[in-house]
């Protein structure tokens, strides 16, 4: 059983919320578990750190070297993947922040890419990771949006020119694509009134430095994960639960004491 997100610690969050105009969700695979998917950035919980089939570890199976070398290995690693994600669609956790467009200006940073804040209606999206569903051509201008690889022959080819064709996405030992970064700086420049850490271990300096820089700047900061990580003590609230259980609590919280 998932633990019951404090009700005292929502109360205080969903008072932070009045006050606020401007909200940056920092999402990772912990938000997408309701709707069924693995954690550890959606691929450890199908390998526990064991090697694959080709005596590699996923990390390495999933790199750009690999890629390039050797993009079978890559692809079907890649499709196992989103074998997984397939048939999944959003959860409430992704449809909340979606509806506070209503009433916020909301950002949100994603390392995830099963697309599902997309799909929740998520504007402002950074992806800094990408999103599995769209592949694009390692020659040419080719690029395309699947719904899931059911249809894929693997490796896929570019239809034009015949070259590799590869999902957006980033691939262990490969740059964070530059636009995406430079929005993230963009936004974070502008400032935030409340930010918030939802289903990530915040290793990446890029997904702790938002909260860390926040707390400093005396920006309020909420984390919701049931684990501890590197931000839980940086953040002003703390919420041991789940993501979709948590922003449950936050929203009739914040519906009961805002006027109507």
């Known amino acids: 059983m998932r633990n019951v997100p404090d009700p005292n610690t929502v109360a205080r969050i969903a008072q932070a919320l009045r006050g606020a105009r401007r909200l940056l969700f920092i999402t990772g695979a912990g938000i997408s578990a309701d709707s069924g998917l693995p954690t550890y950035r959606g691929i450890g919980g199908l390998y526990n750190n064991q090697l694959t089939a080709e005596q590699v570890p996923i990390e390495t199976a999933l790199s750009g070297a690999m890629l390039a070398a050797n993009p079978a290995i890559t692809w079907k690693y890649l499709h196992q993947i989103e074998e997984t994600c397939r048939g999944a669609r959003f ?15 909301v950002w949100v ?4 890419i099963d697309g599902f804040h997309r799909a929740a209606g998520s504007r402002n999206l950074i992806e800094i990771h990408g999103d599995i569903h769209d592949l694009f051509c390692t020659r040419c201008d080719y690029e395309t949006s699947v719904p899931d690889y059911a249809g894929l022959r693997l490796p896929p080819t570019c239809p034009r020119c015949h070259a590799l064709v590869r999902p957006r996405v980033v691939l262990f030992g ?31 300096p890029y997904i702790a430095g938002p909260v860390v820089q926040a707390s400093q700047r005396g920006v309020p900061t909420v984390e919701i994960n049931p684990a501890d990580t590197t931000v839980t003590n940086v953040v002003d609230y703390k919420l041991a639960a789940g993501a979709a259980v948590s922003l449950r609590a936050i929203r009739e919280a914040y519906l009961k004491a805002s006027p109507q």
Not at 109 to 112: A, G, I, P, W, Y
Not at 177 to 195: K, T
């Open 109 to 112: 940073l994603s390392q995830n």
């Open 174 to 204: 490969e740059n964070l694509p530059p636009a995406a970064i430079a929005q993230l700086y963009r936004e974070l420049e502008r400032g935030f009134d409340l930010v918030f850490s939802i289903g990530t271990t915040s290793v990446f």
């Open 91 to 105: 959860n409430d956790a992704h449809a909340i922040i979606a509806q506070w467009q209503e009433q916020f200006e």
